[in-house]
């Protein structure tokens, strides 16, 4: 009988093996191994991740997914949820049912260690997902060009690279924003530190001189009042999160205003983002498109007989910051 159990080194090398054509993001094949052993060896990763193999009757991978457990905070209640990700069929077995059972398997191992929701991001878009019971959560993506000569920058503001010490500060900023949203993942330290080990051994590993990645906070009269996560680089200001005092959007759009003409005068000709519709709206004199995002569409389904979820359905209702997307 076909089971689903957690996989063991030479079942991930063989899955990777594969999987780096498609999800390598430019590390070298060792560098992509390397990484998924760092990050699984966080403190928050050993308890809240799990690389799952799908195994046929005499011990063939069959399929294969990871699975995150993090805090969530869905319209006004706290849980857990189970977000799947890295779902993957090596080629030879595709189209056999094997992905739907392993996808079975993990929400009802979800449902049985009590989280009420399930959560993925598609990058194959909604329908196969829909059999399962996930519905998308629409969510809109901004892009723009980016300008040099705005003069609505708040004065006496500057930035500089986040510190280790600056991580309690930033930690608070990003609870008081999750405080009053309807849906937000909620990080604790240990998974702020899973996080941070995820994004710095990427960029660290992938040594590349034309993208960088700046974990900064803004600074006012000496004391922290807000920060910016972005990935910068081939013209692109990629905006990945953003935080401020009291999770305060006008002090957000400050800490974006401040850092976009940093990143214009750089040399930066357009940014990217996916943010809150009411920080958007806080961007007056910034010239921002939108539309509904394509890539890695995040869905969501109940495991505890929740109905569906009409606060989230409201186009821009949801926003999930980058590190968020596991
Ligand atoms: C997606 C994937 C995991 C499915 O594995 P599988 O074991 O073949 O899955 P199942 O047999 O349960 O279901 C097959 C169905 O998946 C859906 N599917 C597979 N690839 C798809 C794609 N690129 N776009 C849309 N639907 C897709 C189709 O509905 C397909 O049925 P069909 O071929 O009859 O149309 C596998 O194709 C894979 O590993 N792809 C590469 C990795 C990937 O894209 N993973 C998903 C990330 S969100």
Avoid at 167 to 182: E, G, Q, W, Y
Wanted: aromatic share 12%.
């Amino acid at each position: 009988m076909s089971r689903l159990v957690v996989a063991d080194p030479s079942h991930i090398k063989s899955i990777y093996r594969e999987s780096y054509a498609l999800w390598g993001a430019g590390l070298t094949r060792r560098d992509y191994l390397g990484l998924w052993n760092e990050i699984s060896s966080t403190a928050w990763a050993r308890e809240n991740a799990r690389f799952y193999v799908w195994l046929g009757p005499g011990g063939e991978v069959l399929s294969s997914l990871k699975a995150y457990r993090p805090k969530l905070q869905l319209l006004g209640e706290c849980g857990r949820a189970i977000v799947l990700g890295a779902i993957f069929t090596p080629r030879a077995r595709r189209r056999r049912g094997h992905a739907a059972a392993a996808v079975r398997a993990a929400l009802d191992v979800g449902r049985e260690d009590g989280s009420n929701v399930a959560l993925l991001f598609s990058d194959i878009g909604t329908r196969y997902y829909d059999t399962f019971g996930f519905r998308e959560i629409p969510a809109e993506e901004q892009w723009g060009p980016l300008s040099a000569g705005t003069d609505d920058t708040p004065a006496g503001w500057t930035l500089r690279d986040m510190r280790d010490e600056d991580l309690s500060t930033v930690i608070a900023m990003h609870d008081a924003f999750c405080a009053a949203r309807p849906f937000a993942v909620l990080r604790d330290p240990a998974h702020w530190e899973f996080v941070r080990t995820r994004a710095f051994g990427f960029f660290r590993r992938l040594g590349s001189a034309q993208v960088r990645q700046r974990w900064r906070v803004a600074e006012c009269d000496g004391r922290v009042v807000g920060y910016l996560i972005t990935v910068e680089g081939r013209g692109e200001w990629n905006v990945r999160e953003v935080g401020a005092l009291g999770g305060d959007f006008e002090g957000m759009a400050d800490v974006l205003r401040v850092a976009a003409v940093e990143a214009a005068r750089s040399g930066l000709r357009r940014f990217y983002a996916w943010l809150p519709r009411e920080l958007v709206a806080h961007l007056s004199g910034w010239r921002i498109r939108s539309s509904s995002r394509r890539g890695a569409v995040p869905m969501i389904a109940a495991l505890d007989g929740m109905a569906e979820f009409p606060a989230l359905q409201v186009p821009g209702a949801a926003y999930i910051p980058y590190q968020d997307q596991f």
